[in-house]
T-cell receptor, first 113, second 115 residues
Framework: SQQGEEDPQALSIQEGENATMNCSYK?????LQWYRQNSGRGLVHLIL?????REKHSGRLRVTLDTSKKSSSLLITASRAADTASYFC?????????????FGAGTRLAVHP | SAVISQKPSRDICQRGTSLTIQCQVD?????MFWYRQQPGQSLTLIAT?????????ESGFVIDKFPISRPNLTFSTLTVSNMSPEDSSIYLC????????????FGEGSRLTVL
């Protein structure tokens, strides 16, 4: 099964700095999504980028997708302490795998005041 | 968006027992999924809960160990049977909405500790 690999595994920054997380995957995808998980909570959907899109913005979030390299990046600008969480990429495939989301290993982000 | 409620939120269980986790959605969802997340790890898909029929299990997961029910479009249960300490994990219910925006909605998870 396709499995996203994310790097870095952990990222520690100061408030106001930008945070960049990367995700790579193995097979063709229909779309790629990013989710946030606060400690001890469920996942919250952040943004979805389709395979025919290259870049997408939502507030302080910027996502890029390079299907030729099978990789994506999530940029959080002007980070805040409240952004401290784990961030996961998830890929959605085609046909039999269309309805399933396969999650990457995740990046643990710590934003220090 | 859909709001998903799970219970129990956490439990401590004895080896060899079984526990059923309930998942309730506040609106109809087309598909429901059960994931497992071991502490500090990513999510692994256990199965797709199909309404009125047997769940579709992923490789490595079997019905005898993780029986799943989905009697209607807003409710599902996952049972973890004959538990061992290796089953200690967070179990997450998720759903995909009727209007396919592509995203999944997640419950808060059920944290099981097996002694």
């Amino acid at each position: 099964s396709q499995q996203g690999e994310e790097d870095p595994q952990a990222l520690s920054i100061q408030e106001g700095e930008n945070a960049t997380m990367n995700c790579s995957y193995k097979t063709s995808i229909n779309n790629l999504q990013w989710y946030r998980q606060n400690s001890g909570r469920g996942l919250v959907h952040l943004i979805l980028i389709r395979s025919n899109e290259r870049e997408k913005h939502s507030g302080r979030l910027r996502v890029t997708l390079d299907t030729s390299k099978k990789s994506s990046s999530l940029l959080i600008t002007a980070s805040r302490a409240a952004d401290t969480a784990s961030y996961f990429c998830a890929t959605r495939g085609f046909s039999g795998g269309y309805n399933k989301l396969i999650f990457g290993a995740g990046t643990r982000l710590a934003v220090h005041p | 968006s859909a709001v998903i409620s799970q219970k129990p939120s956490r439990d401590i269980c004895q080896r060899g027992t079984s526990l059923t986790i309930q998942c309730q959605v506040d609106s109809q969802v087309t598909m429901m999924f059960w994931y497992r997340q071991q502490p500090g790890q990513s999510l692994t898909l256990i199965a797709t809960a199909n309404q009125g029929s047997e769940a579709t299990y992923e490789s490595g997961f079997v019905i005898d160990k993780f029986p799943i029910s989905r009697p209607n479009l807003t409710f599902s249960t996952l049972t973890v049977s004959n538990m061992s300490p290796e089953d200690s994990s967070i179990y997450l219910c998720s759903g995909k909405g009727g209007v396919d925006t592509g995203e999944l909605f997640f419950g808060e998870g059920s944290r099981l500790t097996v002694l």
